[in-house]
């Protein structure tokens, strides 16, 4: 079915002198669906150059436009409103796209779901969301990477490299992605000394610029030499801390350009990875991936270099821990866990792997996380 | 041509002009960024008003700014600059929102109507109280309605992401769903929800009410000077605070009906800048309601063409606020030329940046 279609298209599109060539040629028409061009849209809900969660989806975007047969196109600051619902009709209605990319969280419910409804044969692919069986049509899906792991070796670094023991967390909201990042980076700091201790501040909004750099240098006054973060664009908690003189890890894309001395290592997302998947899928006519997730192993996030003042044991220690990820044979949240009231979250002998649904409605701050969840 | 005439021909002349010059500096834009001025007009007047799909868009996308312009509009008119919509609107949703867990609203177009209603009423408390601290106890009504704004952002935030959040909105903090027969759809069959009729009428209703009605003209007295108006011994109090509190009753339906029609629960979705962009609205339409609506529309236009360039041209979203900056200026500007437009006739005119179309317009 879906292969008619793209070779009907193709066709359509490349009018006659490609439909006679193609017969003469014959069998033509395998090769033709196994190689279907293939419009894509892409929508991001900030600046594509925001040195974070934007840039990250953006840079992966650059590299697909680089593929044969493929045409991109790309919508950026698209607020979650009806304005995000156009924007996809648009791109199916006047671009002919057949293959969506909503990359902020909001979009999912109502705004895909509600055009996703109008348009049975295209595709939706949205980062991050929680796509249900049963609950959620089949031509949507959602795509998503265990970037805790990156923020597990960010806090590796992090602890070998902090002399305070103090390291600091700037988060926008306490919601499960979040807390599940700064309870990776505060295990892996703490893997290397107990005593560290992580605080956290919750701006309230993804993008809050003026109080990120309020955060981090209210944080850098209490003596926090390392920090990393959790929000849209880094940026300025970077630049910050670097002029405070303070170490940081970076998150969502690389900002060593930003501040080469201070930028220890980062996390940060490949979704190059899912991309491909996804869209392979669809020029070759197999089932849409409904839910397509990975770590480390699977290359859907990877590490930044590290800085040149990284130590060698500090790299030598996130390089084992990266090598028994690799390997599945790391596994970050296990038992025995405490929240940092004191209280048994997960039971000694008990292992939640990766893909554990139990770990996306994360609720809780582990042991030596200063900070609370909020109401 | 009578005074009369002239002046009228002049109201619709002015913004046509400015938008033509908007129009070619933008082309002179882009055209310095290396990109085709021709394709980059066609490509907007195809992305806003090109076909029926344009249309919806641009429609759709005008439908809040109507409402939330006139939280603009009609303070504007007893003499108050409030610039604090956006907290009306999102106090609005937030009442909206909230209601059916307090009471249980009936299943149907009135259940629907109840919510618009406690909608109106959160937005026209919230505004109200800005006109009572400016007359009460003189606070400047632009800070104030600003600083409410936050405060009211805040307070959205504070309730959603904490007492009133469903604890299954994990990623995404939310107020509980509001049920299926409570939300509203779209206009026969198309995108276009229902809030656009509610636009469109209240922008009528409003601009019949102030040029017509007693009590608007009353309200325009007080506006244009309010020492005469409490000489001739109008409430001037009272029809502030009423002025302000109409305006913020229309952006606490914008919020509302952004709930009922878009969202299905308050969240911080909902806080995506309407009711600034509603200050712009207004001030382009001159705070006249009846103006309102085709500013609006042009709005929702530049938002819908800026997402087919984007697509097409490769351009950054800034570029359409480039255009929009264009046209504000050149609008604010030519009112410089209100009243000499055409009583230079005759003469070798001075001719302003935008001329080149001038012809057809007058025509």
Known sequence: MTQEKFTAEFNRRDVLKGAGAALALGGFGGLAAAQAPITVGFIYVGPKDDFGYNQAHAEAVAEIKKLPGIKAVEEENVPETTAVQKAMQGMISQDGATLLFPTSFGYFDPHMLAVAGKNPNVRFAHCGGMWTEGKHPKNTGSFFGYIDECQYLNGVVAGHMSKSKKLGFIAAKPIPQVLRNINAFTMGARSVDPSITTTVIFTGDWSMPVKEAEATNSLADQGIDVFTMHVDGPKVIVETAAKRGKFVCGYHASQAKLAPAAYLTGAEWNWITAYKTIIDAARTGKPHPNFVRGGLKEGFVKPSPYGAMVSAPAKKAADDVKAAMLKGSFDIFKGPLKDNAGKTIIEAGKVFKQTDATLEGMNYLVEGVVGKTGA | ?363
Request: aromatic fraction near 8%; charged fraction near 10%; glycine fraction near 12%.
């Open chain 2, 1 to 363: 041509m009578n005074a009369r005439h002239a002046d009228t021909l002049e109201s619709v002349a002015l913004p046509l002009l400015a938008m033509g010059g908007a129009l070619l500096l933008f082309g002179a834009f882009v055209w310095f960024g290396g990109k085709s001025p021709l394709d980059a007009w066609t490509l907007l007047f195809k992305g806003a008003f090109g076909d029926w799909f344009s249309w919806q868009n641009s429609l759709q996308r005008a439908a809040p700014l109507m409402l939330t312009a006139l939280c603009v509009a009609i303070p504007a008119r007893a003499g108050l600059v409030v610039i604090g919509g956006e907290g009306a609107l999102v106090l609005g949703g937030l009442a909206c929102a909230t209601l059916p867990s307090v009471i249980t609203p009936p299943a149907n177009a009135f259940g629907s109507a109840l919510l618009l209603l406690a909608a109106g009423a959160a937005g026209a408390a919230w505004i109200a109280l800005v006109g009572l601290l400016r007359q009460r106890r003189g606070v400047n009504e632009t800070i104030s309605s600003l600083l409410l704004a936050y405060i009211a952002i805040a307070l959205f935030k504070h309730l959603v992401e904490g007492p009133l959040r469903d604890p299954a909105s994990l990623n995404k903090p939310s107020t509980r769903p509001i049920a299926d027969a409570l939300l509203i759809g779209g206009i026969g069959g198309s995108d276009i929800h229902w809030g656009l009729a509610f636009g469109v009428v209240a922008c009528i209703v409003l601009g019949l009410w102030l040029f017509q009605a007693p009590s608007g003209f009353a309200t325009r007295v007080v506006g244009g000077n309010l020492r005469a108006a409490l000489l001739v011994g109008l409430p001037g109090t009272r029809l502030i605070v009423i002025a302000c509190a109409i305006g913020g009753a229309c952006a606490g339906l914008a919020g509302g009906i952004e709930v009922l029609a878009v969202h299905t629960s308050a969240n911080a979705a909902l806080i995506a800048g309407l009711g600034y962009s509603g200050i712009l609205v207004s001030f382009v339409a001159r705070h006249n309601p009846w103006v309102v609506m085709p500013v609006a529309v042009l709005f929702g236009g530049f938002g819908a063409a800026g997402s087919l360039l984007q697509r097409r041209m490769d351009l950054p979203d800034a570029s359409v606020l480039v255009l929009q900056g264009f046209a504000f200026l050149l609008i604010l500007a030519s009112e410089a030329l209100r009243g000499k437009l055409f009583a230079v006739r005759g003469r070798p005119a001075p001719a302003p940046a935008m001329a080149p179309i001038a012809p057809q317009v007058v025509s």
